[in-house]
């Protein structure tokens, strides 16, 4: 299993630090965190400290997929709520 990939931090006058993920923001830390955090990236591999402060275990998912389910219980469930209907070509 390969680490998390694509994360890019900087750090602002002000203390704050930001992560990158493919350019878009994913998390933006100040104070206590954002030290803790750059402290870990100095110590360990920055791009795994970087996942696992974002929360990505490297692993890729669709946007806004998580938590939905797929099964004939999921909300949409299996269709039966509604009869089929049969269409006919209009003919002319």
């Known amino acids: 299993m390969t680490g998390a990939e ?5 750090t602002r006058s002000n203390g704050e630090a930001v992560i990158f993920h493919h350019g878009k923001l994913a998390k933006m830390m100040r104070g206590d965190e954002a030290a803790a ?3 870990d990236v ?6 795994e400290v970087m996942g696992t ?6 692993q890729a ?4 997929s998580a938590g939905k389910s797929t099964g004939p219980d ?3 469930g299996n269709g ?4 089929t209907k049969d269409f006919r070509r209009k003919t002319g």
Request: charged residues 25%.
């Open 6 to 10: 694509g994360f890019d931090y900087r």
């Open 37 to 39: 955090f750059l402290k």
């Open 42 to 47: 100095e110590a360990g591999d920055p791009q």
């Open 53 to 58: 402060y974002v929360g990505n275990d490297g």
């Open 61 to 64: 998912q669709k946007p806004g």
């Open 74 to 76: 999921s909300l949409h």
């Open 80 to 83: 039966e709520a509604h009869a």
